[in-house]
């Protein structure tokens, strides 16, 4: 069986969790059930780093002593990843008494290899990089990352001769491409290592200046903190030195870190496990940074964007499958509500969640909610096949090649197909026409292909796509990825699918922000403002109408299939309408002023269904969309929670 051993960094404890953490521990999650599903054996692994000045400050100021102030919030990390969907296999801490205990014995090995010397030296040290960065790494005199100016500190130290490893470990980068991914950092660690000589590793700190580390097996005078301690949880954590078996998951080592911490994990460490006589590990992963209207999302910057909030927000799956849509791995992205709602609309909403719900409906419509027998297929299903098996392909090669945002635009292109199969085949047509057997063919395909697409989201959105799953009928266990990538099925005949999905209900746009420009329909909703704002007189009420006159009226909920502009009218779209029937309704709609067509798509509204059919500009409407019209523009009825289309209003 293959194996596969994954890690995030592990985070400081001298601040809570945020955004840019959750990004890489969902990574990490996504990518340790995604090898799962293939039917590896994974172990999965975070934690937290708490030794160091940093969070010696922090508690201080905390007025807590540095292992409260741990403890505090290394809980907060541990119990919010559950929360998240995230489910490491092991949650180490610096502080584990094994943990420092390996510590120890791997400085008393390089210690004895004579790899660790004492000497003196003066630097730039940066407490939030917790090393000394060399003359070249500064700008304009600051840390680039912290942008603050290192402190000057000389004083007798132990060092670790790293400068040793230098011409084996860049050997080693050239000999194995794939070993830092993307191309581009790999890249920057060649150019360091041919650069210029590399310094030593500064391993120690003075008791008399720092306690809160693991003191040096060779001289308690002093202790070691952060890298040379923090890097060793890859290897604590699985059992080194003592486990024989540590090895079965260190052959097979993967780590996820941001840039920021790309020299530790690409120089310092390789170079201490050359120094530790053990094997490299297999591969390191680097993404670029969240950013914040330009700026990289960090506590220190006051920026940040709090996990559970964003969760609450779009959901655990919508928030997972935007993180990894949305950053090109390796690339910087940026965060913003806009962006979010954007994305979760257009391909949760829009595409994926339209596309569930109207072969479920139509299920139940045609054929009372069982999946019918499939007939010979057509020139269409054999073209839908080919390109659900190209999808799924591509998806499985570019996610396990952590290129997350291009698996799921892969995977996206069979989603947009099976709209567009639907949308070809006309299944309300077939229906009407009576000819079941072609209708049935249609349907079981379009069905195998959301069961194919949910099977590919496991591991990006594991709570959705086990609900899709369960509403096609489908065992949400024992399923192999490998092998559903092979081949592209209708979904059996006899299979009880459920009525409705509706897992992804737009989300609403946030509050508008009125220093920002304008766009057109928004200037005539400002004079309507205005208008609103002058006092005016009291409506007379109606004349009342009988209830009997009031249940004439056939009020339906219907959800917008499609909305274009009518030509030469600039008010009006032809939109149509599914509300509940055989095929979708045509309807005319004066909404142009107030909605992007697209914004329209996927929506639920509130239709007049009986009204009298009307010709307006040449096309003809069949029923008439509910809207308020109001001082800021015009509002859409629409009902409080996704129901059936076609459900009566009363
Ligand atoms: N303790 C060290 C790591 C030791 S690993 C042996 C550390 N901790 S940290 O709390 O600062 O975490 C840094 C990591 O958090 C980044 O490498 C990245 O995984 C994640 N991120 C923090 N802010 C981020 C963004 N704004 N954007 C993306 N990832 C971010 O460094």
């Known amino acids: 069986m293959n194996r596969f051993f994954i890690t995030t960094p592990i985070y400081y404890v001298n601040a809570k969790p945020h955004l840019g953490h959750a990004y890489t521990t969902i990574v990490v999650d996504a990518l340790a059930r995604f090898h799962a599903l293939l039917g590896e054996e994974v172990f999965f692994l975070t934690g937290s780093d708490e030794h160091g000045d940093k969070i010696a400050e922090a508690a201080k100021k905390a007025g807590q ?4 102030y741990a403890d505090a919030i290394s809980g907060l990390f541990s119990s919010l990843w559950p929360k998240l969907g995230i ?14 205990e390996a510590v120890k014995r791997a400085l008393q090995l390089v210690y004895d290899k ?121 290897l604590t954590a699985i059992g080194w030195p003592d486990d024989p078996d540590f090895s079965k998951w ?45 700026t990289k ?45 954007g994305r979760f609309n257009a391909d949760l909403a829009n595409d994926l ?4 719900n109207r072969s479920l409906a139509m299920t139940h419509k045609y054929f009372g909610g069982t999946v019918p027998e499939a007939d010979a297929p057509q020139a269409a299903d054999t073209e839908l096949a080919r390109l659900g098996r190209e999808a799924m392909a591509n998806f499985v090669q570019l996610f396990g090649a952590a290129q997350f945002s291009r698996a799921l635009e892969a995977l996206w292109e069979l989603v947009r197909g099976l709209n567009k199969y639907i949308d070809a085949m ?13 209708l049935g063919t249609v349907m079981a395909m379009v069905l195998g292909g959301l069961r194919q697409v949910a099977v590919c989201l496991l591991p990006v959105m594991p709570e959705a796509a086990e609900k899709l799953l369960t509403q096609l009928g489908q065992e949400t266990s024992g399923i192999n990825l490998a092998k559903e990538a092979e081949t592209f099925a209708p979904l059996p005949a006899g299979t009880a699918v459920a009525a409705t999905s509706n897992l992804f209900p737009r989300m609403e746009a946030p509050a508008r922000d009125e220093t920002a420009p304008r766009p057109k329909a928004a200037k005539d909703k400002a004079k309507a403002a205005k208008a609103a704002k002058a006092p005016a007189a009291k409506p007379e009420p109606e004349a009342e109408v009988a209830f009997e006159d009031f249940a004439k009226l056939d009020l339906r909920v219907a959800t917008v299939l499609t909305a274009a502009p009518v030509p030469g009218a600039d008010r009006l779209y032809a939109v149509t309408v599914d509300v509940g029937e055989a095929e979708p309704r045509p309807v005319v709609a004066g909404l142009a002023e107030y ?41 859409l009825l629409t009902p409080s929670a996704p129901v059936a289309p076609g459900d009566r209003v009363s």
Request: hydrophobic content about 40%.
């Open 250 to 294: 260190w052959d097979v080592a993967e780590h996820v870190v941001a840039k920021d911490i790309l020299k530790p994990h690409a120089v310092f460490w390789p170079t201490m496990l050359l120094a530790m006589g053990l094997p490299l590990y297999k591969r390191l992963n680097v993404h670029g940074y969240w950013l914040v209207r330009d």
């Open 65 to 68: 002593t540095p292992k409260e």
């Open 353 to 356: 969640g339209n596309l569930a």
């Open 297 to 341: 999302m960090s506590k220190s910057l006051g920026n940040v964007v709090e996990p559970l909030a964003m969760a609450e927000h779009a959901g655990l799956s919508g928030m997972r499958y935007f993180l990894l849509r949305e950053m090109v791995f390796g690339s910087d992205a940026s965060f913003s509500d806009e962006a979010l709602i």
């Open 426 to 438: 006309a299944p309300w047509t077939l229906f009407k026409e009576g000819d079941t057997k072609r």
């Open 87 to 100: 489910t490491p296999k092991r949650f180490i801490r610096t502080t584990d008494p094994d943990h420092k």
């Open 595 to 635: 909605f992007p067509a697209e914004d329209l798509v996927g929506r639920q509204v509130v239709l007049v269904a009986n009204l009298k059919p009307r010709k307006l500009r040449g096309t003809v409407s069949h029923g008439m969309i509910l809207a308020v019209k109001h001082a800021d523009g015009m509002a």
């Open 114 to 234: 004579g790899d660790i010397y004492f000497g003196e030296y003066g630097g730039h040290y940066c407490k939030g990089c917790e090393r000394f960065l060399t003359e070249k790494e500064l700008v304009d005199g600051l840390c680039p990352d912290h942008k603050v100016k290192p402190e000057y500190i000389a004083e007798k130290n132990y060092f670790f001769r790293m400068s040793k490893y230098q011409g084996a470990l860049l050997e080693h980068i050239k000999a194995n491409p794939d070993f830092i991914r993307p191309r581009q950092y790999r890249n920057e660690v060649v150019s360091l290592l041919e650069s210029g000589a590399l310094e030593d590793l500064c391993i120690s700190r003075p008791k008399s200046r720092l306690t809160w580390g693991i003191e040096l097996p060779f001289d308690d005078n002093f202790v070691t903190y952060v890298w040379f301690d923090a890097l060793m949880n890859y």
